[in-house]
């Protein structure tokens, strides 16, 4: 092994440790993928979350100055191929070696932009977060999918940005306390909280409800080691949808919904069974 294939297991290791250290769901359905996939998304996951973290928790620091060196860094570990960064360092080796398009890299960046001043957004500028924060990660997960084959990845295009949809929204509704109080944001279009009631929260569901029905087409046509492991988190979506379902409107904005560790375990061994047995 050379000296940059070394750095390179460290990087790659480091986004491991971060998607480990962070989340517990995403952990359990990148370990359900193929061995050939696993990597490059762990890579896709920690840039995201390094990302992410910028704008929702480092409080105590210049977030704007501090996306701005973030933005130039991937770009940098983009065009010289190495970081000493080793997050950006693992993600710049999946963008290369996945052939990912920068459009998809500069739409992430440009949502999570908008979280350093939007408190509120309309349906277009709410539209644009959600293709930015969760269709276009999508898109680059469905890249590493469909190994460089252009004609699959136009196909399964549109479900994958469905599904990146669906999961983003959920968070919203899950998260819309936190968001709303610590963070003083509101994802949703032209919502009043103080009137969050039971026909806002069934219309954001039945929106939320059409692109899982859409997202689901996709899933069945996947190569079979990413189908189980996509199928695994789109699992865990749905039951945290229908728990939030299941509960009045003023219950969501005074506590954050989740799905018991042991319950996501339970929700792998299930899924398991009805993809072996192609119960999809």
């Given at each position: ?11 790659i ?5 971060t ?5 517990t769901s ?18 896709i ?24 060196r ?28 996945y052939?990912?398009d ?16 939007n ?9 644009t ?21 252009t ?12 599904l ?5 929204k ?28 039971e026909?806002?929260k ?53 506590e ?5 560790n ?19």
């Amino acid at each position: 092994m050379n000296q940059k294939a070394l750095f390179d297991e460290v990087s790659i290791y480091c986004s491991r440790k971060t998607t480990h250290a962070y989340s517990t769901s995403f952990s359990m359905g990148i370990k359900t993928l193929g061995k050939r996939f696993r990597d490059p998304v762990y890579a896709i996951y920690g840039f995201v979350r390094f990302a992410d973290e910028i704008v929702d928790t480092f409080h105590d620091y210049d977030k704007t100055l501090l996306m701005e060196r973030f933005r130039a860094d991937t770009v940098n570990a983009i065009e010289d191929r190495i970081s000493l960064n080793p997050i950006l360092n693992s993600f710049q080796k999946a963008y290369h070696d996945y052939n990912f398009d920068w459009e998809l890299v500069d739409t992430f960046l440009k949502s999570m932009e908008m979280d350093l001043d939007n408190t509120a957004y309309d349906r277009g500028g709410y539209e644009t977060y959600i293709l930015g924060s969760a269709e276009v990660v999508g898109l680059m997960c469905l890249k590493v999918f469909t190994q460089g084959d252009t004609e699959e990845y136009q196909r399964l295009k549109p479900y994958a940005m469905r599904l990146g949809a669906a999961f983003q929204k959920i968070n919203f509704l899950r998260d819309i306390k936190a968001d709303y109080e610590s963070l003083g944001r509101a994802y949703f279009p032209e919502l009043d909280l103080s009137r969050f009631d039971e026909g806002t929260k069934t219309k954001i569901e039945k929106e939320i409800a059409e692109d899982f029905h859409e997202a689901y087409k996709g899933i069945l046509m996947l190569p079979k080691d990413a189908r189980f492991g996509v199928y695994v988190a789109y699992t865990y979506y749905i039951r945290l949808f229908q728990k939030i379902k299941s509960l009045p409107s003023n219950r969501i904005m005074q506590e954050r919904i989740r799905i018991p560790n042991q319950k996501k375990f339970a929700l792998v061994l299930k899924s398991y069974v009805q993809h072996n047995l192609n119960m999809l």
